[in-house]
């Protein structure tokens, strides 16, 4: 059974930063992509970044700057490292696995979710 959970999130003021982590377990990790998505209230689910079993990242292009995706294949885990965080990040963050495609953007480009953590940001 293939399980992914995350952590880190928490409520911070504008300008601050986060580290959200996902630890993946029951498909061997090292050959999967992964991707960050989030969903803010009344809003579609979006794509945040991704990143190739290889290490090549790719990112939502409005958000590429302050946040980078990285992942330690020795401790089935993917990180989100996100800075300078604004109150528009306000969101859950969804970790997400399980894709055929290199690059996938979608969320139809991904067979696992994990339960998401919420990152919420004041002004």
């Known amino acids: 059974q293939v399980r992914l959970v995350e952590s880190g999130g928490g409520s911070v003021q504008a300008g601050a930063s986060l580290r959200l982590s996902c630890v993946a377990s029951g498909r061997i990790f090292s050959r999967d992509t992964m991707g960050w998505f989030r969903q803010a209230p009344g809003k579609e689910r979006e794509f945040v970044a991704t990143i190739h079993w290889s290490g090549v990242t790719y990112y939502n292009k409005s958000i590429e700057t302050r946040f980078t995706i990285s992942r330690d294949n020795a401790k089935n885990t993917v990180y989100l490292q996100m800075n300078n965080l604004k109150p528009e990040d306000t969101a859950v963050y969804y970790c997400?696995?399980?894709?055929?495609?290199?690059?996938?953007?979608?969320?139809?480009?991904?067979?696992?979710w994990g339960q998401g953590t919420q990152v919420t940001v004041s002004s």
């Open positions: 997400a696995g399980n894709s055929p495609v290199t690059f996938g953007t979608t969320v139809n480009d991904y067979g696992d």
